[in-house]
């Protein structure tokens, strides 16, 4: 019997259940990933790997980091086993279990192991409606309320496909999408100002004219050296000589 299953915060879970007139498993396309031998994973390739590395929490897909697979490998063998652009992730494992995101690059991607997809099935509701509710505390009580009762936490793709989704009218569930939509154009958008706000930055501080200034010779003198307040060499390697006068 695991008894942090019964804690009286998680209570309001259960009224939630009897309330119920769907739930994940009935609204949306699921799919769990697949057990891919780490033998065909390469830094290059056509497809990269979503795996719970990739879920970082922040409500999107980061596949910065990804392993890829060939095409050929990817449709020969394993096309049940893609997410494409829209589609929501879950991680049912480990120190990342119940973090969502939405995958929204054009490419397809592979699903690795204990990983959780959702995808739209009818017109009606949408993954955008969905982000916010993944992204929820209610949905990670939900998953962590049923990931206990081991050393790790895990929870099933079936507790996923069970999480209660309650009777919203048409026009609540518009706006919800609406909202999302445009906190997805925001977020492109930033992402794509982010470099040049960062040269720009950069440029005008001129902090990069000393981070990557590898020509300045420095010898450290004793009247450079204050032992009463540094030892550590580190301290006054060339590197950071100029960064006194930024002071």
């Known amino acids: 019997m695991d008894a942090e299953f019964y804690q009286p915060k998680y209570q309001y879970l259960d009224s939630l259940i009897e309330k119920k007139k769907s739930d994940i498993g009935n609204l949306f396309e699921t799919n769990t990933g697949f057990t891919f031998s780490s033998s065909i ?66 490419e ?69 999408e609406t909202l999302v939509a445009t906190a997805i154009g925001a977020y492109f958008q930033s992402k794509n100002l982010y470099p040049e706000a960062e040269k720009e930055l950069l440029e005008r501080m001129e902090w990069h004219k000393i981070a990557t200034n590898q020509q300045l010779i420095y010898v450290a003198t004793s009247k450079d050296i204050r032992t009463d307040e540094r030892l550590d060499a580190e301290f006054y390697q060339p590197k950071f000589k100029n960064l006194k006068k930024h002071l």
């Open 41 to 106: 994973f390469s830094e290059q390739g056509e497809y990269p790997v979503i795996k719970m590395t990739q879920i970082p929490g922040n409500g999107f897909v980061d596949i910065q980091n990804a392993e890829y697979v060939s095409k050929s490998y990817f449709e020969e063998n394993f096309e049940n086993f893609f997410i494409q652009k829209d589609d929501i992730v879950v991680a049912l494992t480990g120190a990342t279990v119940g973090k969502s995101g939405m995958y929204i690059d054009k």
């Open 108 to 176: 397809k991607s592979l699903l690795n192991q204990r990983v959780f997809s959702a995808r739209d099935k009818t017109k009606n509701i949408s993954t955008k409606f969905l982000l916010p509710l993944f992204l929820s505390k209610i949905f990670r009580d939900w998953v962590y309320r049923n990931s206990l009762g081991g050393g790790q936490g895990n929870v099933t793709p079936d507790s996923i496909k069970q999480f209660p989704v309650l009777n919203f009218s048409d026009s609540f569930v518009r706006k919800v």
